[in-house]
């Protein structure tokens, strides 16, 4: 009887946690929208002609003018908005003459392949830097990592992605310049994910494969870069919280390899946690995509908010600022979740 | 007894010289940290280059010299000449005083900003708690840059709007710093000793919970100013920061990057400046954290 109450009460604390998380999430993305529709409608001296742009008719300002309810109260406007963005209508961009969102879906895998590459590199060479730091913890490794950690801190990411291009492309010519492909390569697979390396890969078409490789390795490299500063860092610190503990010494007393000590006894508890700093590294190298592939050419969302920026292109701004917060919010919802449910000691 | 006796005293004698002996505790700790006197070198460097422009500059910021372009960096152009035939070196040296200026406004705003909102948030806690922080968590859940250049979008180019846009954005990690300290000290018996003796709330929190908050927040925009170096730089960069012919040191890099193969001077060596300054603050932000606030011990 004890234990089926307890399990009740378990299983309610848990429907409240999913339910709590759901209730929290929920609100950021309504502050999310908050924000942009506040950017949108509010800071702006005129919204129409930030959405129209300064070249519209009278005609097609005042029909955007009725078409976006500004003639209606901001509460209702905004429940409007929030409304059609749940329904996918981000609006029309003045730059590229078609839906937002589209455009949005179009740019985003190109992002998403640099990023996932990016993060790929920071974990790969990140971790194992983190625990040999800490395993050196006052050597010489430890103290390069530590300047190495500070100098992503310092350095800026469209500095180091111009300085890349001049030494490994032009100076060394080891990878390819800015964009995607190469101009003769363009077009010869059919674009099925829009991730370039998976399309050659579907397509057996080897040559342009490895093209899109040298194009992605230097910007990813330089993400990586970032995410492995920061990694490394982290992985340096929870490695020192349990080398420092007394089972550590009694592995050890007991005679255990010291490379089972570490890679064991010592790296198994803190996995959960790092997944937690990588999911958010992960968002973190969505947000510096924007100036790497700035730099790069890069036709990624990066990219797409950069040119409409400079074109004044509201609703392409906005646009792609909500679906960066969003991805954002949700892998920083998800790492929390993934915390919970694998941490023992929370269940 | 001597100058260094008075400011150890274990039993001061007055406020002044307990505040004089903490602060002079402080520096040594400080200075035995290498880290943390190199940051304070280039930073106070930084300080002495934005007031010395005039006089260590060889050349005008601004001046053209159509003969003297794009030249390689020599005995008279240390670090080169750009495309208009300027001074790299003088321009990098003019831009210090926009770097300090932004750094400088976009504290003066956003920390003061944060440490209203979270100690007011700690002191009351409940409904004002709850609205305050829930605020504070959907900004410091969307990404910094991507908000400032939302915002700078709407706003329009320019450097002020960029200062406000990364004001807006820095805000709610202070906050967060605020309202945990405040917190930890709201129910002490000596708030409760103002409270008893009638001090309203406006005289508790401004003059007895801001000032216990002071120390993480000075650590914690230490340790931001790097950040918000690299996030004004990027927005000079797109061009949505300051306009040329301001020597701004993002500005001057996305200039240089149609030169960046042939050239690579023009686009190099602002960036050279934006990672030593950054780097400076980064390293007394560290060794500041480890003085002022040990018990966070010495990772971020």
Redesign the interface.
């Known amino acids: 009887m004890a234990t089926e109450a307890s399990m009740a009460v378990r299983a309610g604390r848990g429907a409240r946690g999913i339910g709590g998380f759901v209730v929290v999430t929920a609100?950021?993305f309504l502050?999310?929208l908050?924000?942009?529709f506040f950017?949108?409608r509010v800071?702006?001296i005129d919204p129409v002609l930030?959405v129209v742009g300064d070249r519209a008719t009278q005609a097609q300002y005042d029909a955007a003018r009725v078409a976006m309810g500004l003639d209606r109260p901001m509460v209702v406007q905004f429940f409007d908005y929030v409304w059609s963005v749940m329904q996918g209508d981000l609006g029309r961009s003045i730059s590229t003459n078609r839906p937002v969102a589209d455009d949005l879906l179009r740019v985003f895998p190109a992002t998403l392949e640099m990023a996932t590459l990016g993060i790929l590199i920071g974990v790969v060479l990140g971790v194992p830097a983190g625990v040999w730091a800490a395993t050196r913890r006052g050597e010489w490794v430890d103290q390069v990592m530590r300047v190495f950690a500070?100098?992503g801190?310092?350095?800026?990411?469209?500095?180091l992605g111009?300085?890349g291009?001049?030494i490994f492309y032009?100076g060394l010519g080891w990878v390819a310049g800015p964009g995607r492909l190469d101009i003769f390569y363009e077009g010869l697979v059919p674009a099925r994910t829009n991730v370039m390396l998976i399309d050659a890969a579907l397509a057996g078409d080897w040559s342009v494969f490895w093209n899109a490789l040298s194009h992605l390795v230097l910007p990813a490299s330089i993400l990586g870069f970032f995410s492995l500063a920061f990694i490394a860092?982290?992985t340096?610190?929870f490695m020192l919280d349990q080398l420092g503990q007394e089972f550590i010494t009694t592995a050890r007393v007991k005679g255990v390899p010291e490379w089972r000590v570490i890679w064991v006894h010592g790296f198994k508890p803190i996995r959960v946690p790092l997944i937690t700093v990588i999911g958010l590294s992960y968002?973190?190298l969505?947000?510096?995509s924007?100036?790497i592939e700035?730099?790069f050419s890069w036709p990624g969302i990066g990219n797409y908010?950069?040119t409409?920026?400079?074109n004044?292109d509201?609703n392409a701004?906005?646009g792609?600022?909500l679906v960066?917060?969003s991805v954002?919010?949700l892998i920083?919802k998800i790492s929390d979740v993934l915390y919970r449910v694998l941490d023992p000691r929370s269940k | 007894m001597s100058t260094r006796d008075w400011l150890l005293d274990d039993s001061p004698a007055t406020l002044t010289q307990a505040n004089l002996g903490r602060a002079w505790r402080m520096m040594s700790a400080l200075m035995r940290n290498p880290l943390a006197v190199a940051g304070l070198l280039i930073i106070v460097a930084l300080l002495a280059t934005a007031l010395f422009a005039p006089w260590i500059a060889p050349e005008s910021p601004v001046g053209q010299n159509l003969q003297a372009r794009l030249l390689p960096p020599s005995a008279e152009h240390w670090m080169g000449t750009d495309e208009l035939g300027r001074d790299i070196f003088s321009r990098v040296v003019y831009g210090s005083r926009i770097t300090l200026m932004i750094v400088a406004l976009v504290a003066v705003i956003s920390a003061p900003l944060g440490l209203i909102i979270g100690a007011v948030a700690g002191y009351f806690g409940g409904w004002v708690d709850r609205i305050l922080m829930?605020?504070t968590?959907?900004?410091l859940?969307?990404?910094?840059?991507?908000?400032a250049?939302?915002?700078?979008?709407?706003?329009g180019p320019g450097i002020e709007n960029a200062i406000i846009a990364i004001a807006i954005t820095a805000w709610p990690a202070y906050a967060r710093i605020a309202r945990a300290e405040t917190l930890t000290f709201r129910n002490a018996e000596y708030i409760q000793a103002v409270r008893l003796v009638g001090g309203s709330h406006t005289r508790i929190i401004t003059r007895h919970v801001l000032p216990l908050c002071t120390s993480s927040m000075i650590v914690r925009v230490t340790l931001d100013m790097?950040?918000i170096i690299?996030t004004a730089?990027?927005l000079g960069?797109?061009?949505?920061g300051a306009q040329p012919p301001l020597p701004e040191w993002?500005a001057m890099?996305s200039r240089?990057?149609t030169f960046?193969?042939d050239q690579?001077w023009v686009?190099?060596m602002p960036?050279f400046a934006?990672?030593l300054v950054?780097?400076g603050f980064?390293?007394l932000g560290?060794g500041l954290r480890d003085v002022l606030d040990p018990k966070q011990?010495?990772?971020?």
């Open positions: 609100l950021t502050g999310l908050a924000i942009t950017i949108g800071v702006p930030s500070l100098l801190y310092s350095v800026p990411a469209f500095w111009l300085v291009l001049a032009a860092r982290m340096r610190s968002a973190a969505l947000e510096g924007v100036m700035t730099v908010l950069t409409a920026l400079l004044a509201m701004v906005l792609a600022t960066i917060g954002f919010i920083n | 829930g605020l968590d959907v900004f859940s969307l990404p910094k840059l991507i908000l250049l939302a915002f700078v979008a709407a706003l790097a950040g690299l730089a990027g960069f797109l061009g949505l993002g890099i240089g990057r960046i193969l690579w686009a190099t960036g934006i990672i950054s780097l980064c390293f560290d011990g010495g990772e971020k």
